[in-house]
């Protein structure tokens, strides 16, 4: 959806000690994080609309009537309406990118598990849900992982230290395929503020999983992706910030 972000090339083109995200930038690099992360914002701001507007849509076009024991149908059904309910609050009340983002994917998410609960009510199988990139969920799905033989299964035990890091978290092609370039994946950046990293540390964008989970929750589930949790957590206002 946006370009690469300029900090990922500046973390990439810096020495190893100034890869800390407190080390002291210059004034007008200070200004470049603000304004790109304005620019950022105000892009991912218009996305999120759209798409929890598209997901309302949807609700209303595909309406449920479910009786009592329909237990799962009910539960995918429920679920996705407050998934949906959730990612409206997130867009009204978003602080950063990644509440915005979540609000993306919890909009995704509920239309998925609409899907589900309707596919249920027919007696359908549904189909297998879509797994996000961590590096950054607005990317294209995390492609399916294929069947290996037992002969390429014990090839992989052997696999190195790049293979290894691709593996260690889902990742969509682009990601991985930079990860086993050994270069940094595209990642969703978030605002550190003032002080985070150090007394007189600057605000700094940087890696939205590297943001401490008690000012956001979305280190630790993805902003939003794999934790169905996560709507009862953001109805609950649990999903502000607490410096």
């Known amino acids: 959806m946006f370009r690469r972000w300029w900090f990922v090339r500046l973390l990439r083109d810096a020495g190893p000690e ?20 304005e620019v950022l914002r105000d892009r991912l701001t218009g996305f999120a609309s759209e ?15 479910l009786p009592p024991e329909e237990e799962a149908a009910r539960r995918d059904y429920l679920w996705a309406l407050e998934a949906y309910e959730a990612a409206g609050k997130l867009l009204d009340e978003a602080s950063d990118l990644p509440d915005l983002t979540a609000a993306v994917v919890l909009a995704e998410r509920a239309v998925e598990r609409l899907a589900a609960a309707h596919a249920a009510h027919a007696g359908v199988r549904p189909g297998p849900p879509v797994v996000r990139c961590f590096y950054n969920p607005l990317h294209a799905p995390v492609p399916p992982t294929p069947t290996r033989s037992p002969k390429r299964e014990r090839q992989r035990r052997r696999l190195g230290a790049r293979e290894a890091a691709a593996d260690r978290r889902p990742a969509c092609t682009a990601c991985r395929r930079a990860i086993l370039a050994g270069q940094t994946p595209d990642v969703l950046p978030a605002l550190l503020p003032a002080g985070a990293a150090g007394r007189k540390s600057p605000r700094v964008l940087v890696p939205y999983y ?16 794999y934790d169905d949790r996560a709507p009862a957590l953001v109805l609950r206002g649990e999903h502000r910030r607490r410096v």
């Open 51 to 65: 798409r929890v507007a598209a997901a309302g849509d949807i609700f209303r076009a595909a309406e449920l009537r």
């Open 18 to 37: 100034q890869r800390s995200p407190g080390r002291r930038l210059s004034k007008d690099q200070q200004e470049l994080v603000l304004r790109e992360w």
């Open 210 to 225: 590297a943001v401490p989970q008690q000012w956001s929750p979305w280190a630790a589930t993805g902003c939003g992706a």
